[in-house]
């Protein structure tokens, strides 16, 4: 089982940056694939980015591609989500999950651990 606790989330002026931290426990960390989710205001749950178990394959949703880079830490048991040219459509509250599955899975029902989710907020 992994437990998972983002950090990192805030407010900050469109055009700005952040990164988000999703410390797991466990000594299991690497053989699950990491991903991030987003959900605002209202509306459904979105993808953002998942990344494979070694990290050395990564997949974005188009709306954040070029802009967002996740990245992990296996050492350290710890994912990240640098984001730059933050808008206020990124404004949400954004949770890491772990899935058992290979690859970067991009559908949120093939993730079996969720963190708690920590809110970013863009203003304009």
């Known amino acids: 089982q992994v437990q998972l606790a983002e950090s990192g989330g805030g407010l900050v002026q469109s055009g700005g940056s952040l990164r988000l931290s999703c410390a797991a426990s466990?000594?299991?960390?690497?053989?699950?694939?990491m991903g991030w989710f987003r959900q605002a205001l209202g509306k459904e749950r979105e993808f953002v980015a998942a990344?494979?178990?070694?990290?050395?394959?990564?997949y974005y949703s188009d709306s954040v591609k070029g802009r967002f880079t996740i990245s992990r830490d296996n050492a350290k048991n710890t994912l990240y989500l640098q984001m730059n040219n933050l808008k206020p459509e990124d404004t949400a509250v954004y949770s890491c999950?772990?899935?058992?599955?290979?690859?970067?899975?991009?559908?949120?029902?093939?993730?079996?651990?969720w963190g708690q989710g920590t809110q970013v907020t863009v203003s304009s």
């Open positions: 466990g000594r299991t960390f690497s053989l699950y694939a």
């Open positions: 999950a772990a899935s058992r599955r290979g690859g970067t899975p991009n559908y949120s029902p093939l993730y079996e651990y």
């Open positions: 990344i494979n178990w070694l990290g050395s394959s990564t």
